[in-house]
């Protein structure tokens, strides 16, 4: 039984990843030719800390979006099978899409339609990604929605693997599966309460094998200049700026806010971002004003619980 310390944390991290996709929701891109930007979001909200109703999808105040849908998906099947089964996250993800969300991304929608049409879990991502052109095959899908198996398989020698073989569900892009392993590595070494700098070497050492992009972004994450990251779906820059923000601002909150208000897709680099600050300050350093938004909030907890209490010692 973990302690009250790393039982904050783990709540955090499912708590944050809420948090920072619904305070981004309303302000993201509404299409690939319409983003909203620092100064477009400055003059329409100002500064965003509160959670604002209508925007983009237009729906009320606190929302989560697939970010938070899928990360759900994940985390019941882990508790309900008490492990990753990959055949039971597939079943689950297409009963989310039959269930109509109002957002979900392009490689996720034909990933879980092909997984409806009985391609097998560990097929469905290669074959979208084999027909996708260079641009438009590494978005940041699966990295949005890994950090459960990161309390699952905290302590596990195979975070690693699990992390890649969840990703290729949908994402099965080098920098995508490599892009989540690294992720809930950082989460993981941040639920042991290391700091900042160690949960990145704690990263580095497992993803020798990651394409060199997506080693790059990890190793420089917390030296990045601020004004040289990107807030585009694309896997690494999302990873690069969710650490940077999740591993330098001085509270959870801070890193929050400035990841959703740097726009563009602003839901899931404040979800990645989310993960991270919580897993680093714990759920209790989350804004009450804004969890009391968020319907999932009760059921997230919950599930950090479970999944934090799983033996890792099973098959």
Request: aromatic share 4%; net charge negative.
């Amino acid at each position: 039984m973990s302690d009250g310390g790393t039982s904050d944390r783990a709540r955090g991290v499912l708590l944050g990843l809420a948090c920072g996709d619904a305070l981004g929701r309303p302000v993201e891109f509404e299409t690939p030719a319409r983003f909203e930007t620092p100064a477009s979001i400055e003059r329409e909200h100002g500064r965003v800390t509160e959670m604002l109703g209508h925007g983009t999808h237009g729906q009320p105040a606190g929302t989560v979006t697939d970010d938070t849908d899928l990360a759900l998906c994940i985390a019941r099947s882990l508790r309900d099978r008490e492990g990753f089964d990959p055949a039971d996250v597939a079943e689950r993800f297409v009963a989310w899409l039959d269930g109509g969300p109002f957002d979900i991304g392009v490689t996720t929608r034909e990933a879980i339609g092909s997984l409806r049409n009985g391609t097998p879990p560990d097929e469905a991502g290669q074959r979208v990604w084999e027909r996708r052109s260079e641009g438009s095959n590494a978005g940041n899908g699966s990295v949005m929605r890994c950090a459960p198996h990161a309390l699952a398989y905290h302590a596990d020698d195979r975070l690693f693997r699990v992390s890649r073989e969840s990703s290729a569900i949908t994402h099965a892009d080098p920098r995508c599966m490599w892009g989540c392993a690294a992720l809930n590595r950082v989460l993981s070494a941040l639920l042991d309460a290391a700091a900042p700098e160690t949960a990145v070497e704690r990263a580095l050492d497992g993803i020798g094998d990651a394409p060199a992009a997506l080693r790059d972004a990890v190793a420089g994450a917390t030296d990045r200049d601020p004004s040289l990251l990107s807030a585009s779906g694309y896997v690494v820059h999302t990873l690069e700026t969710g650490l940077h923000h999740g591993l330098t601002a001085p509270s959870a909150e801070e890193a929050i806010v400035r990841a959703v208000n740097m726009g563009d897709d602003a839901d899931t680099v404040g979800a990645v971002t989310g993960a991270v600050a919580g897993a680093r300050f714990g759920a209790t350093a989350l804004p009450e004003r804004w969890l009391d938004h968020i319907d999932e909030a009760e059921a997230l907890r919950s599930l950090a619980d479970a999944l934090l209490a799983l033996d890792p010692a099973r098959p």
